[in-house]
Each structure stands twice: as C-alpha cells, then as structure tokens.
C-alpha cells in the first residue's frame, strides 16, 4: 500500500490504499492471487487495463513490430485484415509489411518476401485499430505474446512476439 501506480492505457496517475484478496486484506499480494486493488482516486479501470509502477512502464501503441509464426493454409500478405487477441483485448488490425521470412533449413533471413505461407515464421509490422498496451516478448511473454485472428469465424491464424 502506498505505491505509486499509472493505470493504462490513459496514464493517470493515482496511489494504491488498499490490497484485499477474497475475504481479507492483505499487505500485498502476487501472482497468480485474484485480488481487489483499492486506489486513491476514483479512475474508471476497466478490463484490459493495467495497473504498472512509474519506472516500469510498458509501451502503449497502435505499430506493432512483431516476429510469427504462420499457421493458416491460406498466404499471409499484406493489407490482410485480422483481429490481435492480446491479454484480455482483441482488436482490429491490418498487416502493413512482411519484412522477413526465415528459411527454416538454413536459418537465413530472406528478405521482403511476397507472403507468409503455413507454418513459416517471419517478421510483420502491423497497425491496430486501437492502442494495446506491450513490452517486447523477451521482457515479458504475457505483454510481449499474441494471437492472430479471423475476425469473422474466430478461427486462429499465427502466433506473435512483439520484438523490442
């Protein structure tokens, strides 16, 4: 209780007065408690929102700059419109660039290719519709790691890692 906190993705500023978990408050808590944060300020923190220390901040933003891997039959190409599913949010978006495909027998990056086809693994940036709130994979998998979507069956089509 005490810390300083920022909710995201609007970067109001508030304290935390109060830490309970199911019947009792606590002095802190941790992963994986459900627990109920009680903060100086009445903010309006909805669903995938996050609450995060001021010298910790992720990065809120709508250019994702992402390696995937591929898993649909059909090419990934840019301008092909998906959902990102992302923590608790999914959100529109379009694939603006297929900057590199990896050979797989080689290891070699081959550069601006004209299509991710199944189970190829390369490099994407991607525009969202709305902000999501990332760190890269490497410094954290559960902001840093997405799913890729069809927006009108729900079906899977790859899986990401924001790259730093």
Known sequence: MGDQVVVLPRGHSTTITGVAVPGRAVSEAGSPQSVSVTLADDLDVTRGDLIVHPDDLPTVTQDLRARIAWLHSEPLRPGVRV???????????????VSDRLDISTLARIESPDALRCNDIGMVSIRLAEPLIVDPYAVNRHTGGFILIREDSGETLGAGMVSA
Do not use: G, Q, Y
């Not at 959902?83 to 660039?97: E, Q, S």
């Open 83 to 97: 959902l990102v599913k992302h923590t608790t949010r999914a959100v529109k978006a379009i694939v603006r660039v």
